[in-house]
């Protein structure tokens, strides 16, 4: 069972023609969908055959429901989903190149407090995007189940998230807190492997760097690989592919780092292929 702590929000995507038109119209397609790091990669998770549970919260509004039933229907376990406030919402702006630039309103995502045990339970891997360590009453329900899950000896990876979360946040002050943590995991991308100068293993953990189309990078004790990544045409929306990865890698059944990297590429492909 692999446990994921954060977020489960509306994301409203919005493709864009070419550049914004400031003061004026621009040509878009706009596409609902549900979006939310942690829901995210439990909903990969299951879709990849794997049990999945979702730890969060989502408001007592409608849009709630429809999320919760959603990535129900998807497989994911949710019955300690904790519901009251409103549902939050992410802007996701697509360019013409695929890239994605978020504007977030996380809402009652971040008022998740009162974890309890039994959440843990049958749990054997804890995921948790940074973005659930950031602000409090979330950052302290996600730091006491990382506690719990080392006492149960439950293993924990952590995805960086975000160049934006790590410059407010302080890249030393993340180092630190990565180290106070001790995941045996931990993602990020080239952007933010570079804000936070990674050249090695963060915390002793295995450090997992992606770099879009070029080979990703793993970091294990004193060695490093690199893997290549399988080229793929025509993308057109990269919203999800790091979160996608990281649930092909928590749930590959291989035993090498290199393999669960191969089967994090190819979650992240299906996914992007898929749209």
Same mark, same amino acid.
């Given at each position: 069972?692999?446990?994921?702590?954060?977020?489960?929000?509306?994301?409203?995507?919005?493709?864009?023609?070419?550049?914004?038109?400031?003061?004026?119209?621009?040509?878009?397609?706009?596409?609902?969908?549900?979006?939310?790091?942690?829901?995210?990669?439990?909903?990969?998770?299951?879709?990849?055959?794997?049990?999945?549970?979702?730890? /969060?919260?989502?408001?007592?509004?409608?849009? /709630?429901?429809?999320?919760?039933?959603?990535?129900?229907?998807?497989?994911?376990?949710?019955?300690?989903?904790?519901?009251?406030?409103?549902?939050?919402?992410?802007?996701?702006?697509?360019?013409?190149?695929?890239?994605?630039?978020?504007?977030?309103?996380?809402?009652?995502?971040?008022?998740?407090?009162?974890?309890?045990?039994?959440?843990?339970?049958?749990?054997?891997?804890?995921?948790?995007?940074?973005?659930?360590?950031?602000?409090?009453?979330?950052?302290?329900?996600?730091?006491?189940?990382?506690?719990?899950?080392?006492?149960?000896?439950?293993?924990?990876?952590?995805?960086?998230?975000?160049?934006?979360?790590?410059?407010?946040?302080?890249?030393?002050?993340?180092?630190?807190?990565?180290?106070?943590?001790?995941?045996?995991?931990?993602?990020?991308?080239?952007?933010?492997?570079?804000?936070?100068?990674?050249?090695?293993?963060?915390?002793?953990?295995?450090?997992?760097?992606?770099?879009?189309?070029?080979?990703?990078?793993?970091?294990? /004790?004193?060695?490093?690989?690199?893997?290549?990544?399988?080229?793929?045409?025509?993308?057109?929306?990269?919203?999800?592919?790091?979160?996608?990865?990281?649930?092909?890698?928590?749930?590959?059944?291989?035993?090498?780092?290199?393999?669960?990297?191969?089967? /994090?590429?190819?979650?992240?492909?299906?996914?992007?292929?898929?749209?």
């Amino acid at each position: 069972m692999l446990a994921a702590v954060g977020d489960l929000v509306d994301d409203i995507v919005v493709h864009l023609a070419g550049p914004v038109n400031e003061a004026s119209d621009t040509n878009s397609k706009i596409v609902r969908r549900r979006g939310g790091s942690a829901a995210n990669v439990a909903e990969m998770a299951a879709v990849l055959g794997h049990p999945a549970r979702f730890l /969060g919260q989502v408001g007592s509004d409608t849009i /709630g429901s429809v999320l919760v039933d959603e990535l129900a229907s998807a497989g994911v376990e949710v019955g300690c989903v904790r519901r009251d406030g409103r549902s939050g919402t992410i802007i996701v702006l697509v360019d013409e190149h695929g890239e994605r630039t978020m504007l977030t309103d996380r809402a009652a995502c971040i008022q998740l407090l009162g974890p309890e045990w039994v959440w843990l339970d049958g749990v054997s891997m804890l995921h948790v995007p940074f973005y659930s360590l950031t602000h409090r009453p979330l950052a302290d329900t996600a730091t006491t189940l990382i506690g719990w899950a080392h006492k149960l000896e439950i293993r924990v990876s952590i995805d960086v998230s975000s160049v934006a979360l790590i410059e407010g946040f302080g890249a030393t002050r993340m180092i630190e807190t990565l180290e106070a943590l001790r995941p045996s995991i931990v993602f990020a991308n080239r952007d933010e492997a570079a804000a936070l100068d990674i050249s090695g293993p963060i915390a002793g953990a295995v450090t997992v760097v992606k770099h879009g189309r070029d080979p990703v990078v793993a970091y294990a /004790g004193d060695d490093w690989i690199e893997i290549p990544v399988r080229p793929i045409e025509h993308v057109t929306d990269t919203t999800g592919a790091g979160d996608a990865f990281a649930a092909g890698y928590l749930t590959s059944s291989e035993a090498t780092v290199r393999a669960a990297v191969e089967a /994090g590429c190819r979650a992240a492909a299906s996914l992007i292929t898929s749209r």
